[in-house]
């Protein structure tokens, strides 16, 4: 699966402060400025180029993503989201969401070899910060984060957390589930596969079965929706799909696709299931013209990806969330193909 890879998009995206929210077509939009939902996640990225390649221009983005979370946190150990173009915060805090991504990025980060030691140092200053606000979160997405990246870290009081958000997270499900309806909630929106993803997580952290069986119950209840004709097919956003109607077909988001890779990965990661593997690519192959309208998201002249699938077919801009997905999902997904084709030859 291994190919010449085009990060021109990445460094075109990224200045001085981070990496830009949106593009307009294929131009970044300093009119939107920079999240750091973006850049916490571009900061995974970034580690994952730099693990792959060992080049110095992916370490340069590792300190760049670092500095800018480093300035999000606010002094209550939280992080801002929105910064405007003019380097202003346009709020003093963020979502969960956004708090639970840079959970996972910090945690990530610690936990990665790569990392190198100064970055490192100023990442567990930041967690240690954050730390005390992560017992209170209540939005299932972003516990499912924090779940992620807590999974990554050793330490009695990690295992605690991981073990306070996993059962958190149970017990929704539990809560909600019903014979004809498998899920975390009574629609089935956004970044849907990070619960299940987390679930796996935590069950290859605790060897806690029940942990396991919801992340294969609700994963297969997904795919019901998600898989049509053989290909990948997330539920759209506008609209979403709520209990007793049905799945709104468009917008469909790049995101969607690289968290399937993600969770896929970690449910075969767990049960040695080939069909998971199998499953995570076809999710992969949505990127590359495996999906509904049958044309690829990946702009081969810059190394950018679609904004995502309408009915008149791709969005042509290409902005942060997309191409970090996109990035994420091929490192992610050629990693595990590559291991998997080396033990099948053993």
Known sequence: MEQHFNDGHIFRLTDDTGMFQHAKYAVPDPRFGYTTDDNARALIMALMLYERYGEKKYLDLIYRYASFLLHAQNEAGRFRNFMGYDRKWIEQEGSEDCFGRCLWALAFALANEYTPDGVRKCLAYMLNRAMPHIRYIRWPRAKAYALIGMVCLEGDENKRLVKELADSLYKRYEANRQEEWKWFEDAVTYCNSVMPWSL???????????????????????????????????????????????????????????????????????????????????????????????????????????????????????????????????????????????????
Request: hydrophobic share 35%; glycine share 8%; charged share 25%.
């Open 200 to 346: 796996a997580a935590a069950y290859r952290a605790t060897g806690d079965e029940h942990y396991l069986r919801v992340a294969e119950e609700s994963m297969a209840f997904l795919e019901t929706i998600v898989f049509r004709n053989g290909y990948f097919k997330p539920v759209g956003c506008h609209g979403w799909y709520r209990r007793g109607e049905k799945p709104a077909e468009y917008d469909e988001q790049p995101v969607e696709a690289c968290e399937a890779v993600f969770a896929y990965t970690e449910l075969y990661q767990a049960t040695g299931r080939m069909d998971y593997l199998e499953k995570a690519r076809k999710a992969y192959a949505w990127y590359t013209g495996e999906n509904s309208k049958r044309l690829s998201l990946v702009d081969s002249e810059t190394g950018g990806c679609f904004d995502g699938l309408t009915p008149q077919g791709v969005n042509l801009n290409r902005g942060a969330e997309s191409l970090i997905s996109y990035v994420m999902a091929y490192l992610k997904l050629s990693g595990s193909m590559a291991c998997y084709s080396a033990c099948s030859w053993k």
